[in-house]
């Protein structure tokens, strides 16, 4: 088996905006992620009965059905219902979707778990309620919520493979491609794997350096 | 200035608190004592509204907290807005069990916030009145630390001068020794004589019998939510009438003078 | 022995984080319609592909799946209430 790493520097800027697209749609896919899982949450905590059991619906479905599934709605069956969008942008949509109800549980059980009796003592020495939430609840949850944040924003990373699918050029689909021009399937797929590799690591380093910075005076509750 | 009058809560069917009458007179200190279970603790935490009591009154400096007009029989009474309930309980402070500090903020950060937060001090102000009250319970060496710095009986005289700082003119206190390791129960005990000594109104939940009958000027004993005898402590400690209350001190002195007078641990 | 003391024990433990991973499973078993394997996934693919009916077939592939995890869901969750109420 000759193993010819020529291949991969042939088409080296091919593979470089591979993985900038990867990142991107990553990205942006997170950030709308938290931002909808923001409002799901919020909503869950403090709706009435009448935006919540809606709500409950959504969640079930997008969490009982495939992400590839969820991708085939929106690109493929979306321009029935007005929704014509380009690969990219229909990806990134798929992606903050998928990936918001997952945020919002993550937000939503990080709250609830600040002990209650700190809010106790909050009401008796007559701070309201939207200060105990901003100054009490929301520091503490940031910091509690910070390793399953890491864990979700490292899967979303790796569910962007299933973006090649819809023809979105990022890395998947560049490698890949690669690989089926040039039969040089073992080059390809082993670049493919380091790159992602180095996404997730460079997550989850980030994730543990911020654990150190912020975590440092406070230790996880369980009460 | 604190009236308790037929006081009644329960939870679900259970019936936790039987119309108890109290009053507490101003620089008055008073201890509930009595086994588990007796609601001493939802008695407290009534005061504080921080239970909802279902029946009676209580009334804090001559305002009826947490419900809005008299009781009538049959219907529920509605509850007050959280704005009046918050000006009823103005003059009420509160120290728990478990303390409850807030982690993410030094032990001055927690004495601080309230004074920020309700009474709008200035940072400076809020430092000011902050350093003076943690020196009052001799933490001011300790202001910048972290709870989690921090031993119990420390955490527990922060949580003391975060409710002080408020200047409240009845402090509650809720089994504030119950969660400590017994040497550092004394250093909390004394922050607490010392407060009674200036006069502070306390309403005290306690097990510690010793400063109970030190400190208090008049002892409740409660048991499965009535008050079954009060006095003072030369009454309910030495000459205790009734049968519960003679079987709860046997208990007490069972397990805890077991060294003396040739008594031996009670052994069931 | 030790079989019938902890296999009883570590089944209760781990049932429920089993039935969470079979609905994993069964989501990632979705991807191997990917490399031509005629699952559930492909086949809805090959009928849109011909009758062009996107909305209806990827409706119903996203209803055969909710289909098989909601309940295996529900499941999990009355699984874990039943047996957590043992340990507390």
Redesign the interface.
Known sequence: MIFDPGIITDHLDEIGSGFLVTLGTWTSGVVLGIGLGLLIAIAQLFGNALVRAPLRVFI??I????????L??VY??G???GLSLEPVPAGILSLGVYGSVYFAEIFRTGFESV?R??L??????????W?CIM??QV??ML?IILPALVNLVTILCKETA?LS?ITIPELTMVLTGIGSETFAFVETLLVLCIGYLLLVEACSRLGMFLERRVGR???R?A? | MLRLEKVGKSFGSTRVLKGIDLQVRHSEVVCLIGPSGSGKSTLLRSMAFLEEYDEGDIVIEGQLLGWVGAEEPGKKRKRAPQSQINQVRRNVGMVFQQFNLWPHMTAIGNVCEALRRVRKLSAEEARQRGMAMLDKVGLAHKAASYPAQLSGGQQQRVAIARALAMEPHIMLFDEPTSALDPELVGEVLQVMKNLAKEGMTMVVVTHEMGFAAQVADSVVFLDQGEVVARGTPQQIFHNAEHPRLQQFLQNYLDRNAFWQDGKEAATS | MLVRIRVPQAVRLTLPALVNEMILLIKASSLVSVVGLADLTRTAQNMAASDYLFVQDYLMLAAFYCLINIPLAFCGGLLEKRLKGHLA
């Open positions: 079930e479905l969490r009982s059905t495939p992400f590839l599934v969820q085939f709605l493929y069956a321009p029935a219902f002990a009796g700190q106790e003592a909050a009401d008796c020495l007559g701070i309201t309620r200060q100054r009490i520091p503490q910091v299933v699918i005076f406070m230790n509750q009460q």
